[in-house]
């Protein structure tokens, strides 16, 4: 098998041509352009092409399938894409060792997903980004407002249009403030900010729903009980193709809500989720698990045997609803099936 490991750059990429059954190999220097790499394919005719995982992955990944070549995208935190212990590194030795690792079929992979997908993803993503801010704005208006002893109304009440135009009113122009009253600029200043952000908030969130109204498949998670619009469309962009998993659990791994495993002679015990995979979609799980808890009775039943009757397993708990959640919303995905409450699994199971 001849193998074409890309070892990218943003302006630079370093290629190793590596032939699998010889170990023979030569490098290419070429700039990273859409042209040059496939240029450079068409030349080197590989049976694969393999890469680690980057900002460029994307549009490379569009291109080398376009050309019907095996794809490989390397997941750089897998234990085998490691340096620790490393005299040398540059990027001809990154590229060789690509090349090997692809060819014994050791490489930890990543899922590329089509074009399409990530730029639903980035627009999902940024949502989420602005709602940061959002959040950042208002904590920095009640800030503003307690350094100088003024106080507002607490939670949703302090955001209302009236208690929005009472701000307002205390509230300076730049051009009309003495040095006294900065801060009622300040105000001002982040007020616009955040009319201007619930404004483009409320614009993406109508698209979004307009194209989660579009897929199947999200109108088809909306029919559990408790999840929304942007649930349902983040675990279906992320999870993309179902059938790529094989089990509930490697599903759960995938988003981090599985535990960690210490195993040493007779000694078996479970810690901690591991915390990897999808921050944003497993943090989106946890938050809707437990508004579920009061819409769905089998949520509420998974949490309560997961809980054992203990005020201290509340997170064991909640974590343990949400990964049984996820699981469900890709059976559904993999068997197009609407939403059946399964059977709850046994507390000693979840926990």
């Known amino acids: 098998m001849k193998i074409l490991a890309l070892d990218l750059g943003k302006r630079r990429t370093v290629a190793c041509e590596y032939h699998g059954q010889t170990g023979e190999h030569q490098f290419h220097t070429i700039p990273t352009t859409a042209t040059a790499i496939h240029d450079l394919i068409i030349s080197v005719e590989p049976s694969r092409v393999v890469f680690e995982i980057s900002p460029s992955a994307g549009w490379i990944a569009d291109l080398v399938r376009g050309l019907g070549i095996e794809l490989q995208v390397a997941n750089a935190n897998h234990q085998a894409w490691r340096w620790r212990s490393a005299r040398k590194k540059n990027d001809r030795v990154d590229a060789l060792k690509l090349a090997q690792l692809s060819t014994m079929n050791q490489l930890g992979l990543v899922h590329v997903p089509q074009r399409e997908v990530r730029q639903w993803r980035s627009l999902i993503a940024y949502r989420h980004q602005l709602v940061a801010r959002r959040t950042q704005i208002k904590n920095n208006i009640r800030a503003t407002l307690e350094r100088e002893g003024v106080s507002m109304p607490e939670g949703a009440k302090g955001w209302s249009p009236a208690s929005i135009d009472e701000l307002r009113g205390i509230s300076r122009p730049l051009g009309d403030a003495e040095r006294g009253e900065l801060w009622r600029v300040l105000l001002g ?163």
Not at 208 to 235: W, Y
Request: glycine letters at 6%; a positive charge.
């Open 189 to 351: 200043m982040e007020l616009d900010a955040l009319i201007n952000i619930e404004t483009s908030i409320e614009s993406l969130e109508q698209k979004l729903d307009a194209l989660a109204e579009a897929d199947r498949r999200c109108r088809l998670l909306r029919t559990i009980p408790g999840v929304g619009p942007r649930l349902a469309e983040m675990v279906v962009a992320v999870l993309d193709d179902p059938k790529r998993f094989h089990s509930g659990r490697q599903v759960g791994a995938y988003v981090g809500l599985t535990p960690r495993q210490f195993q040493s002679g007779d000694t078996n015990r479970q810690g901690r989720i591991s915390g990897q995979g999808h921050k944003r979609l497993r943090a989106l799980l946890v938050e809707v698990s437990w508004i579920g808890l009061r819409y769905n009775p089998w949520m509420r039943e998974v949490y309560e045997n997961a809980r054992r009757g203990s005020p201290t397993r509340k997170k064991i708990a909640i974590v343990a609803a949400a990964r049984r959640l996820l699981v469900c919303c890709w059976a559904m995905l993999r068997d197009h099936q609407p939403w059946r409450p399964p059977t709850p699994v046994p507390a000693a199971a979840q926990a």
